[in-house]
């Protein structure tokens, strides 16, 4: 059987993708503000890439649990 978190999190999948396209937008409009001639393709791979950082960062301050007893 699956563990609830799990269901749940299905659940709410599309919702996290979407603001996490929300969150690529945002970023990327900014770079397009501040650097008109810009390589959107390159700033996206590099925007992606600090996302994706800042994702470690919060998993690695995240405090981790023992998983329950079965």
């Known amino acids: 059987m699956e563990r609830i978190e ?6 709410q999948r599309h919702r996290i993708i979407a603001d996490v396209r929300k969150l690529v937008e945002k ?3 900014v770079f397009t503000w ?3 001639d810009i390589d959107q393709a390159a700033a ?3 925007l992606l890439a600090e996302i994706r950082r800042a994702l470690d960062d919060i998993e690695r301050s995240t405090p981790r649990r023992l998983p ?3």
């Open 34 to 36: 501040d650097v008109p």
């Open 6 to 11: 799990q269901i749940e999190l299905e659940h």
């Open 44 to 46: 996206d791979r590099l």
């Open 27 to 29: 970023y990327r409009s």
């Open 68 to 70: 329950p007893r079965e």
